[in-house]
Nanobody, 115 residues
Framework: QVQLVESGGGLVQPGGSLRLSCAAS????????MDWYRQTPGKGRELVAR????????HYADSVKGRFIISRDNVKSTMYLQMYRLKPEDTAVYYC????????WGQGTQVTVSS
């Protein structure tokens, strides 16, 4: 079955960097566009970034444009989110999914930006 495992989160100071990973299995990863989402308590999931199956032509939310870079390795069935110049408002649980989103969500990875 489809499995999505997010990792790489943690506590970082404002201005710092983190690299998130999304390990996918149970489907043909290379055939799907992939999304990173984030969620904070009391708010719905927000789309952060999207990458096509080829890896060319990425899309970012305005709030992260110029600071985050989405990438993928279709051989390893893994997607990444490199986050730079992190802000306290980036604090959230980060999730990955296919586009369009499937019913299976991973456990997410917590990112906390705080001094």
């Amino acid at each position: 079955q489809v499995q999505l495992v997010e990792s790489g989160g943690g506590l970082v100071q404002p201005g710092g960097s983190l690299r998130l990973s999304c390990a996918a299995s149970g489907f043909t990863f290379s055939m799907y566009a992939m999304d990173w989402y984030r969620q904070t308590p009391g708010k719905g999931r927000e789309l952060v970034a999207r990458i096509p199956s080829s890896g060319v032509g990425t899309h970012y939310a305005d709030s992260v444009k110029g600071r985050f870079i989405i990438s993928r390795d279709n051989v390893k069935s893994t997607m990444y989110l490199q986050m730079y110049r992190l802000k306290p408002e980036d604090t959230a649980v980060y999730y990955c999914n296919t586009y369009p989103p499937g019913p299976s969500w991973g456990q997410g990875t917590q990112v906390t930006v705080s001094s």
